[in-house]
């Protein structure tokens, strides 16, 4: 073993005693609510494909359609040769769902995240970030090299503090998770609006998990607030409840144009392969002529949750269809992620640094299409696994 290997193998050997290392798992199946792994079918409830997506039959076809049209890649990065056609139409098509002038898709959420916060902060501005925001908009604010100030979670009276010592910076940016990820809690968007007129800042939100989840239709928490007009600046992840990849943000035709000649991930990056555009628009559309949808899976997170808590589980304080189970030490997420996984049931144990130390968690997602059935199965494998585990 060479020096550096030697040296790799050590820290994985201490994460692996520390119940802290991550391996992957092959799945042999398509992300539907079940999937197949080591040839055995497994209850999914630890994806974000949120409303079955993935697999809808429009979706898959339009991206059929696009590959046999556009062929599997753009070419270039999208200033250079690789501005493809469904690129764009995907682009109005979100703009008008989110009823702004403009969207810019980007290859990733984590791509638009970083390239955002790069473009539009700089030295001699401050950046005012939740603590538990996502790792990619933890990794903009350092990229931006603005100063970062970190908020305590949802504490409006911090920020506002924080905001005031912000006041000889050049610009301010509060920059939030709409809703947090791996808690499920919602920013508390309307004393966030106040603040920032208050102090003269603008606000970056972050819908990954708002998208197709909350709202009027699926259009997010800032939709849900009535307050899609005060926010500057939208981002949304095409990987999640639309079931594709990719991201977008969206915004005012000046801020579009601004980023397509200032986010480095945008510019030095190959655009979004045509037929994953296609199938991101194709969702979009089963979006909006089905909202149903979003009510089927508000529906089956409340039958979760509550035979969750009939069986003694800690839920965290959600506002979404994330269901935080909270456990505490990662050595027993890992145990009770392992005896449900031998009851059939997937859910990945959450450990840090993805979430603090101490509140490591099962992080329980349902699904839209997801069976009343489905779902008795998933609470009783959880109330066997709690038993042998000797966790409730
Ligand atoms: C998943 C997620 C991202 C990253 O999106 P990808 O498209 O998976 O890169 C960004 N922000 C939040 C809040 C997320 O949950």
């Given amino acids: 073993m060479g020096l550096l290997e030697g040296e790799l193998a050590e820290a994985l050997h201490e994460l692996e005693r520390r119940s802290l290392r991550r391996a992957l798992r092959v799945v042999e199946s398509a992300q539907d609510t079940t999937v197949v792994v080591e040839g055995r079918r497994l209850l999914m409830l630890s994806s974000n494909n949120y409303l079955g997506l993935a697999t809808h039959p429009a979706v898959k076809e339009a991206a059929r359609r696009a590959l046999a049209e556009y062929g599997s890649g753009t070419g270039a990065s999208r200033l250079v040769a ?203 559309a089963v979006l909006e002529a089905e909202p149903a949808l979003v009510e089927r899976l508000h529906d089956n997170a409340r039958y979760l949750r509550a035979g969750l808590e009939g069986l003694g589980f800690r839920i965290g304080p959600t506002e979404s269809p994330i269901l935080p189970v909270i456990v505490g030490e990662a050595e027993a997420a890992l145990r009770l992620s392992r005896a449900l996984l031998a009851r059939g049931v997937y859910v990945t144990a959450i450990r840090p640094p993805t979430v603090p130390a101490g509140t490591a968690r099962l992080r329980v997602t349902p699904i839209a299409t997801h069976t009343r059935d489905q779902l008795d199965v998933a609470i009783a494998a959880f109330a066997e696994a709690a038993r042998e585990v000797a966790l409730i």
Avoid: W
């Fill in 82 to 284: 690789g501005n493809l056609m469904p690129l764009t139409r995907l682009e109005q098509h979100l703009a008008a769902f989110k009823g702004v002038e403009a969207a810019l898709v980007f290859g990733s959420g984590y791509l638009a995240n970083i390239g955002v916060l790069g473009a539009l902060a700089g030295p001699g501005d401050a950046v005012l970030s939740d603590e538990l925001n996502h790792a990619s908009l933890i990794d903009g604010c350092r990229l931006s090299r603005a100063r970062v100030a970190v908020y305590r979670h949802r504490d409006m009276a911090h920020l506002r503090e924080l905001l005031k010592d912000a006041g000889a910076a050049r610009r301010r940016f509060i920059v939030t998770d709409a809703v947090f990820s791996m808690d499920g809690d919602a920013a508390p968007l309307a004393e966030i609006v106040e603040l920032a007129r208050a102090y003269r800042a603008a606000i970056i939100l972050d819908e990954a998990h708002g998208v197709g989840v909350l709202g009027p239709g699926g259009r997010g928490l800032a939709a849900a607030c009535g307050l899609a007009q005060e926010v500057d600046v939208h981002i949304g992840t095409l990987s999640k409840a639309l079931g594709a990849y990719g991201a977008y943000v969206a915004g005012s035709s000046i801020l579009r144009d601004y980023l397509v000649n200032r986010a480095r991930s945008f510019i030095y990056s190959t655009g979004l392969p045509p037929a994953v555009a296609a199938a991101a628009e194709a969702a979009l």
